[in-house]
């Protein structure tokens, strides 16, 4: 019983001078803490706005989001934990839900999410809540479900993709000239996360850029079945360079495949944003989708009271559609003008990715596409999207739906 | 037998009870201790006043009505399957499938709703689902159970691998039944027809797992305290020879109550696919298996008790996640002050369970 006393006592003890010790800290701490708010000049009315991110800065897809998101409020005049919201590592069930409503509550009066799979739970919530703004990048469903106050949007990434595939026919040139490979050899690699057609579409975007400029290219695909993983993407990577792939490409959401080609010694096409700090060597150029100019017009539209579309596209033209700086470390001489005569034939009209002359599928030229741009649960395509002899992506939904799978690409199968 | 011996400083004792009173003081003393540490780490390495910080922490669960709503549903999921895992554990038997058991009772209960619905009235169709749940979730159970008692196999690395099984087992069906094609997600089932999904009640719709939840616990506290199954139970666990001897069936008593334990994760499974989730995923229980058994264990399997741990957790998660948001951090952050706070919380269980003897007082206290 003395022994219990005692040891109370000290405990006590204990507690009473690390509580003067944290009282004094947390002074400091208080000072410092309203010195942060207040700066920034606050938009009409108390407007707010939130993102949900399935990962956090980490994955180089949500940085590319945060980045965008933080940008477009503090445009806006919004400032962080006041008056713009960011919540992470929201997955993509009950979770998801749980936060757009969390905003809700927080007086948000816009609400963003930005993975595919949020979608349904995007879409519950803005169906409960009528006076909220729900915008969902890369989803399908608001052109079919027509929810009033639920929107997708998307960008012509397919472009941005086919601009870096030129950067990589060019590397792949540079490699045939010097002697370091053959003409048959410019094969190049790809990791992806998921065989559908967002991922499809890119990496065929990004074949037939390369193919423009260097005619022999063919291409190996290999999936992850995830959209972080660093393990696999880079097991994926180093398994491509296995087997004699010179070049490497990814559409998935770590530094995996970046990382092991720098290890390597491979070049690198990357996605979502510049990798060169990690690899200064192989790092030849990313594409990415800016969406600040997104995050703005839905903002700019929700304080104005006019109509978000239900589909939006970003383009070039919108800026929605970038490159990152070319390394010229790693990069063929001459890709920064053959990406600018690229991207000014492309704003012009004058060249298309998805050309039906460019490709085949299975020897023969495709003259007509049913796609399942209405994505009602029934896997029924009922869309004509071949056009004049191109393949119309991002034209009837603003989420890619190119799903084809064309020749000199090679499916290897799922990471193992 | 200390008496030749040079006594030591401090040397330990196990303590052999402890009034609930002092325990609990023990338990607080050790939370304000956590939240002092928490507060100097946050003072000094992120800058930012503590006490902002613990009211984040609250508003993150009790700011608005609908997030004391979440998070009473957060916490009813977890403790039922917390309370599932409790006979088990009480038995001594290492359930670490809780996971495992919880998803395919999550399984059962979609499985049947996509490929059913429609065929059937929606409350034939629940029927089937909670049927189809509990029927997975035992089925998880009964495997390592019935290998244990026939065989003796080590229950733990058994249960443990039926995890694995389980989230490969969905990890396909999930590409079997995805929606749109290829996208490997099957997103909400039945969105617009709610066909298999439990009603509202009153027009809440976060309440209904709450009943369950309470209606368990209070179920869960009579059929362990007063129960012959609950006492058999408690004999298993402290001591296999002695309820030989009583002529209690042992091999029986683990199958039974590993049965009873997966079906009520299967029952979770069935709340959250038909009331909270409706859907799919191989990420859907999301580790309560394993975070139950430490709500288990701190509330020593008592069901009321296990009430409070499990808030515990649940306020811990929900705050830290609002820290990460209002504050402008990723998760890493809430993550570390949960990770203190739950050291502390542990770290006195030490203390409650041994005794402190310092040098003086050493040879009156050893009784």
């Known amino acids: 019983m003395k022994g219990i006393k005692k040891i109370l006592a000290l405990v006590f003890v204990a507690v009473f001078a690390v509580g003067m010790l944290a009282a004094c800290g947390g002074g400091n701490g208080g000072d410092a803490a309203p010195a942060g708010s207040g700066g920034a000049a606050a938009p009409a009315g108390d407007f707010k706005a939130g993102l949900i991110c399935l990962h956090d800065e980490n994955s180089t897809y949500d940085l590319n989001f945060i980045n965008a998101f933080k940008e477009a409020c503090e445009d806006m005049g919004l400032v962080e934990g006041e008056s713009y919201f960011i919540k992470t590592n929201k997955g993509e069930n009950e979770e998801a839900y749980q936060a757009a409503c969390e905003l809700v509550d927080q007086g948000c009066n816009v609400i963003f999410a930005d993975s595919f ?3 349904d739970y995007i879409l519950q919530a803005a169906m409960e809540n009528p006076d909220v703004q729900f915008c969902h990048a890369t989803g399908t469903k608001a052109h079919t479900e027509l929810v009033e106050n639920y929107h997708n949007a998307f960008a012509s990434i397919y472009e941005g993709r086919y601009l870096a595939g030129v950067a990589a026919g060019m590397k792949l040139n540079e490699m045939i000239e010097s002697g370091k490979i053959t003409a048959d050899q410019a094969v190049m690699g790809y990791v992806g996360a998921y065989p559908y057609a967002e991922v499809k579409s890119g990496y065929t975007s990004f074949y037939l850029g390369a193919k423009s400029v260097c005619p022999t290219v063919t291409m190996q695909v290999t999936f992850t079945n995830s959209w972080y993983d660093e393990t696999l993407e880079k097991t994926g990577a180093q398994t491509l360079i296995d087997k004699g792939c010179v070049l490497i490409s990814q559409h998935a959401d770590s530094m995996g495949a970046p990382t092991a080609c720098e290890a390597a010694g491979v070049p690198n096409v990357s996605y979502n944003g510049s990798t060169v700090q990690a690899c200064p060597n192989t790092f030849i150029v990313s594409s990415r989708i800016d969406w600040a100019p997104y995050f703005k017009y839905a903002m700019q539209s929700t304080l104005d009271g006019t109509k978000i579309d239900y589909d939006w596209v970003g383009t070039i033209d919108t800026g929605s559609v970038v490159l990152t700086e070319v390394n010229e470390a790693a990069a063929a001489p001459g890709t920064v003008d053959a990406i600018e005569a690229a991207k000014a034939d492309l704003v012009a009209g004058n060249i298309h990715v998805f050309d039906t002359a460019n490709f085949t599928v299975g020897g023969q030229t495709l003259t007509s596409y049913q796609a399942d741009v209405d994505d009602m649960g029934d896997f029924q395509p009922e869309t004509e999207v071949i056009e004049n002899g191109i393949f119309m992506e991002s034209y009837y939904r603003s989420a890619p739906y190119f799903d084809i799978d064309i020749d000199g690409i090679t499916i290897l199968g799922d990471v193992q | 037998m200390t008496n030749t011996a040079k006594t030591p400083l401090v040397h ?12 609990w003081i023990v338990r607080i003393i050790a939370v304000i201790l956590a939240l002092i540490l928490c507060g100097i780490i946050t003072t000094f390495v992120v800058h930012i006043n503590p006490i902002e910080v613990y009211k984040t922490m609250i508003s993150g669960n009790f700011g608005t009505a609908r997030k004391v709503w979440f998070m009473g549903q957060d916490l009813a999921t977890l403790l039922i399957i917390s309370l599932a895992l409790a006979p088990a554990f009480r038995m001594r038997f290492w359930n670490l499938g809780g996971d495992g058991q919880a998803l395919m009772g ?15 009235p929606n409350w034939l169709l629940l029927i089937v689902m909670f049927a189809a749940a509990i029927f997975c979730g035992m089925l998880w159970a009964f495997v390592p159970a019935f290998f244990k008692a026939r065989w003796n196999t080590n229950e733990t690395l058994f249960t443990l691998m039926m995890n694995y099984l389980a989230t490969q087992l969905i990890a396909f069906f999930v590409v079997v039944w995805e929606n749109p094609k290829g996208s490997s997600k099957i997103g909400i089932i039945n969105q617009r027809t709610q066909l298999g999904w439990l009603p509202d009640i009153g027009g809440n719709k976060y309440i209904l797992i709450i009943i369950v939840a309470v209606v368990l616990a209070v179920a869960m506290f009579i059929y362990m305290r007063y129960s012959k199954h609950g006492y058999e139970i408690a004999v298993v666990g402290e001591s296999e020879p002695t309820a030989r001897y009583v002529g209690i069936k042992v091999r029986k008593v683990i199958i039974r109550t590993m049965l009873l334990s997966g079906a009520i994760c299967g029952l979770a499974g069935f709340m959250m696919v038909a009331s ?17 058994v430490m709500v288990a264990w701190l509330a020593k399997f008592n069901p009321f008790f296990m009430i409070i741990t499990s808030f515990i957790l649940v306020f811990l998660g929900r705050g830290a996640s609002e820290i990460s948001t209002m504050f402008g951090f990723n998760d890493s952050f809430g993550s570390i002050l949960t990770g203190i706070i739950l050291f502390f919380i542990i770290g006195c269980e030490f203390f409650l369970n041994y005794e402190l003897h310092f040098r003086k007082s050493a040879k009156k206290e050893v009784a």
Do not use: D, Q
């Open chain 2, 12 to 23: 330990i004792t196990r303590r052999k009870n402890i009034a609930w009173y002092r325990a």
């Open chain 2, 276 to 292: 909270t989730n409706h859907t799919l995923t191989t990420t859907l229980v999301g580790g309560r298996g394993f975070t139950g």
């Open chain 1, 117 to 119: 799979g949020h979608e």
């Open chain 2, 106 to 120: 999550c399984f059962g209960a979609s499985a049947v709703m996509i490929l059913c619905s429609g065929s059937m």
